[in-house]
Nanobody, 120 residues
Framework: QIHLVESGGGSVQAGGSLRLSCAAS????????MGWFRQAPGKEREGVASIDNDGTTTYADSVKGRFTISKDKAKNTLSLQMNSLKPEDTAMYFCAAVGDGTCRMKYKYWGQGTQVTVSS
């Protein structure tokens, strides 16, 4: 069984930084595609960043140059370093995992989310 648990959310002023973590448990899940998504009130969920089996990273245009996704395979942890935060980054952030494939496949596993609030 694969479980994903996010942490690191909170409230910060615009321009500040936060680092989200996702503790992953389950057979080899950290070796496959994982990503971060977010959903703001009244808006659809959107992809923020992903990291594929070979380490290739992809970012939404809105976060390029500000956010960095990374994996620590030894610690089974996915991270999202968020810098230069803007009020429009305010959302619930979710960790997700494909489980056994590349980022061309559907995300099958989701965490419960961690709230990020950025004030102006």
């Amino acid at each position: 069984q694969i479980h994903l648990v996010e942490s690191g959310g909170g409230s910060v002023q615009a321009g500040g930084s936060l680092r989200l973590s996702c503790a992953a448990s389950g057979y080899n899940v950290i070796y496959y595609c994982m990503g971060w998504f977010r959903q703001a009130p009244g808006k659809e969920r959107e992809g923020v960043a992903s990291i594929d089996n070979d380490g290739t990273t992809t970012y939404a245009d809105s976060v390029k140059g500000r956010f960095t996704i990374s994996k620590d395979k030894a610690k089974n942890t996915l991270s999202l370093q968020m810098n230069s935060l803007k009020p429009e980054d305010t959302a619930m952030y979710f960790c997700a995992a494909v489980g056994d494939g590349t980022c061309r496949m559907k995300y099958k596993y989701w965490g419960q989310g961690t709230q990020v609030t950025v004030s102006s």
